[in-house]
């Protein structure tokens, strides 16, 4: 089955820099792949997410890559705020399996 | 606020016991997914259920058991419960696919003792 990995799994960066956290993956039919936000006592949110006919989609601050040969995707935020603070998880899915499989997650801290 | 509820926000039970923990889908979304967050194992995929019918099954034990009802809440089932199974439930819900946005309901804490 699919196999994601996530890195790194602590993040800190000082505010208004950017901060990259980046996934690999192990299934070359997966096409889909979403990003995930979650905050203290909450649910994961999407924030953004690609599919594997595109190779950069950009939402405001936040960015997402995808280089299908090397099988990896990488999230950009921009301009980190500190509400970027949050736990983030990257996912994978292989269209007909029906199933997202999560990487482990990057605790993202934003210092003021 | 997703529009996904979920029912009880926390759970407290022993160990050997039974409980069901409840979902209710955003409006109009026919998919529901379930999901199991630990410490140790991350979000872990459990079952997913379209308009009724299982789609897809995940790591989940045979001690845990999922349906969905023509209204389309869904509820989770987990029975002889072990000290393992502490750990954050959550039900997601999306308008049919996996490749739709699944937005996540709050999640159910379950302790088991």
């Known amino acids: 089955g699919e196999n994601v990995e996530q890195h790194p799994s602590t993040l800190s960066v000082q505010e208004g820099d950017s901060a990259v956290i980046k996934c690999t993956y192990s299934d070359s039919a997966s096409n889909y792949f979403p990003w995930y936000k979650q905050e203290l006592g909450k649910g994961p949110q999407l924030i953004i997410d690609?599919?594997?006919?595109?190779g950069e989609k950009k939402d405001q601050r936040i960015a997402v890559t995808l280089n299908k040969t090397a099988k990896h995707f990488s999230l950009h935020i921009t301009e980190t705020q500190p509400e970027d603070s949050a736990v983030y998880f990257c996912a994978a899915e292989n269209f007909g399996n029906e199933k997202l499989t999560f990487g482990t997650g990057t605790r993202l801290t934003i210092i003021p | 606020d997703s529009g996904v509820t979920q029912t009880p926000k926390h759970l407290i039970t022993a160990t050997g016991q039974r409980v069901t923990l409840r979902c209710s889908p955003r409006s109009g979304d026919l998919s529901v997914y379930w999901y199991q967050q630990s410490l140790d194992q991350g979000l872990q995929f459990l079952i997913q259920?379209?308009?009724?019918?299982?789609?897809a099954k995940g790591n989940i034990l045979e001690r845990f058991s999922a349906q969905q009802f023509p209204d389309l809440h869904s509820e989770l089932n987990l029975s002889s419960l072990e000290l393992g199974d502490s750990a954050l439930y959550f039900c997601?819900?999306?308008?049919?696919?996996?490749?739709?946005?699944?937005?996540f309901g709050p999640g159910t804490r379950l302790t088991v003792l």
């Open positions: 259920y379209y308009n009724g019918e299982e789609r």
């Open positions: 690609i599919r594997s006919n595109v």
């Open positions: 997601a819900s999306s308008v049919a696919g996996v490749t739709d946005t699944q937005y």
